[in-house]
C-alpha cells in the first residue's frame, strides 16, 4: 500500500471497527496491469460476477478480484465504466420498476454517474490490507452507527454535511463513477442489487472515501475522537446508572 491508503486503513480499524475490510477501488486504463494475485471472474471462476458480488468478495474473501468488459454478468457497470453506448440505458426502460411515466424513467437514469465510452479498461477491487495499487476511493461496509462516525470525520473542515444522493439502486454507480468525479465523500443505502446477488445485509450501510479525502477524513476521525463526544463502539451509559431491580429479588438478602 502507498502511505496515504496505509493510514486510511489503520484510522479505520481504530476508528470503526467494521466487520468486513474496506475495499480498495481503482479504475484502471489501457496497459496499466494489476500487481499481485488476482481473480477475473471469467478466466479464473469460470462465469461472469456483477461488481457487486466482487465487491462482496474483497471484502469478506479476501481477494483481489478485477473485472474487464467480459466479466461483467450485469450489464449496468459496463454503462457506467463506459464500454458500452449508453443510448438504451438512458430511453428508461428498466425505470419502469420504479416509476410510472416515461419522463422520470429518463430523468432517474440519466441522474446516475458514468465516464465517457472508452475511459477505462478494467475495474478493480482489492481488500485494502492487501492492496499493491494505488486507489482511486475506499469503500467501506459497516453498521448505521459506524457510518455516523465516517460522517463525522469527512464533514471535518468541510461544515455543511456529507451529501447523499440515491434513488434506492444502482449504489455501484457511485463507486465506480460517482465519487472520482465529485471528489467528495457520500453514503449509501445498498439498493436490490446488492441485497439480491451479493448477499448484503440488511443491516449494512455503505460509505465511499475518494483518494483526495484521505487525509481529510483521518484527520476528522482523530480530532472527533480526541474530544470524547462521540466516539464508536458507543458507550452504554445505562451502566453507569443503578438498577432498578424488582423488590421480591431483594427479600433474599432480607431487605425490604
Sequence with gaps: MDQETTKLAEALEKHCRFLTTPVAVKLAKQGESLPGKVKYPLKD???????????????????????RDEDHACPLPRVFMGHVKPDLFLEGALGEYYQDEEKYMKEMEASYPRWPLDSFEEFWLSPINRC??????????????????????????HGTGIEALSTGRYGCSAWVAGVQQAGECTYLVPGPGERVFAGTQDHEMSFAIPYARFDNIIAGLNYVRSKGAFRYPVPNLSSLSEPRIPAKYHKIVGEA
Design 45 to 67: 471462476l469460470g462465469n461472469r460476477l456483477s461488481v457487486c458480488q466482487g465487491m462482496s468478495i474483497a471484502r469478506t474473501f479476501g481477494w483481489t478480484v478485477a473485472f
Design 132 to 157: 499493491e495499487f494505488v486507489p482511486d476511493a475506499v469503500v467501506v461496509y459497516g453498521s448505521p452507527a459506524q457510518i455516523l462516525i465516517l460522517i463525522q470525520g469527512a464533514n471535518f473542515h
